[in-house]
């Protein structure tokens, strides 16, 4: 194998690569990038088993067909350090040659047929949803997903398709973010896709996209990339029981001056407790020692008696923070149950901070 390629093309290849490869132990094949090239394409993969990803380009050029592995990491590193400029990589007896100019670096490599396969899309089913839609609001529950939960299932998020509608849930059992995408669906399913692959889709995909399944795998492709995910197995909470059945005091707020109130109050505390009164709202910080925060905002909130809630702030900022709306709606019953921010198609149920 001996290809060609500009600086500025390999390396960024190299980088969105990174994600999945094996940091742990460099002496296996899954910390190798595989490079294989035929029919004037240059094919370049990295999995860890669990998160792959396939790179197909025509912005290499190939000299001599062939396949090699490099470790993905070290390959990065010597690419980085070259000029802007073309550079050789090449395979002789078992060895990637790189080459620019006066620089030469050897790196060692696997057996290539040994590399692992990635699955494949045939006789697959295919998920019909707008795949800009699915990005954008997989975006938005994003920050809600857990990461180390010792319950495999919360540490991704359920694409949950019904009838009339596709939900996205994601909880790191303190909150519940779900994304409704109203849609005509003529199957039910429900995955759960874990969230790191949750957050390379969003890095990676920008445009219309194919996505594929099944019981153990998401396949996302489109004319560049082939990605694919082990989906995890287990069963995600009823999510439908946490969202409250009905609600006592609904309040439309400014997305604006509740950010920039939130925020003063964080630089003490990320603990707040918010109390409504009918004209104003006063938000407190809540800390341990004598430190104190406080500000107010003038707003008529339709309340005729106090209406006391703490909450962790960041909850609050990650959803307005997914909104383009200059308003959003508070949802409250008492202030020691859960209670809802929402805007359109997107709601946030958060545990307040019960003393």
Not at 46 to 68: F, P, Q, R, W, Y
Not at 272 to 298: C, G, P, Q, R, Y
Not at 312 to 326: G, M
């Amino acid at each position: 194998m001996k290809i060609r390629v500009q600086k500025q093309i390999i390396e960024s290849i190299l980088i969105n690569l990174q994600p999945f490869l094996e940091k742990k132990d460099a002496s296996q094949i899954t910390s190798h990038i595989l490079f294989t090239s035929q029919n004037g394409k240059c094919i370049i993969k990295a999995t860890d088993s669990e998160i792959g990803l396939k790179i197909t380009t025509d912005h290499i050029i190939v000299e001599n067909e062939g396949s090699c592995t490099a470790h993905g990491k070290k390959l990065l590193d010597i690419i980085r350090i070259l000029k802007e400029d073309e550079i050789i990589l090449e395979l002789l007896d078992n060895v990637l040659i790189i080459k620019q100019k006066h620089s030469k670096f050897k790196l060692p490599t696997f057996d290539p047929t040994a590399y692992p396969s990635f699955p494949s899309i045939e006789d697959k089913p295919q998920i019909s949803l707008d795949s800009l839609s699915l990005i954008q609001n997989l975006k938005k529950i994003s920050p809600a997903i857990d990461t180390n939960n010792p319950k495999f299932e919360l540490n991704g998020a359920l694409i949950n398709i019904k009838n009339n509608a596709t939900d996205l849930v994601g909880t790191d059992t303190r909150r519940l973010a779900i994304a409704t995408i109203p849609s005509s669906n003529t199957q039910e399913l429900s995955l759960i896709v874990p969230k790191k692959a949750i957050l390379e889709i969003q890095k990676l995909f920008l445009d219309q996209i194919d996505i594929f399944f099944d019981e153990t795998n998401l396949i996302i492709t489109n004319e560049n990339y082939f990605f694919f995910t082990r989906l995890i197995n287990g069963k995600f909470p009823d999510y439908q029981r946490i969202i409250p059945s009905s609600i006592k005091h609904s309040i439309c707020l400014p997305k604006k001056e509740m950010t920039d109130a939130i925020k003063m109050i964080t630089t003490i505390s990320q603990e707040i407790k918010m109390t409504l009164l009918s004209d104003v709202i006063i938000f407190n910080s809540l800390s341990a020692d004598n430190v104190e925060a406080k500000t107010e905002i003038e707003i008529q909130t339709g309340l005729s008696e106090k209406f006391e809630i703490s909450f962790n702030s960041k909850y609050i900022l990650d959803f307005i923070s997914q909104i383009d709306k200059n308003e959003f709606l508070m949802e409250l019953n008492e202030p020691n149950l859960p209670f809802v921010v929402k805007n359109d198609h997107f709601i946030t149920i958060i545990m307040p901070i019960v003393a």
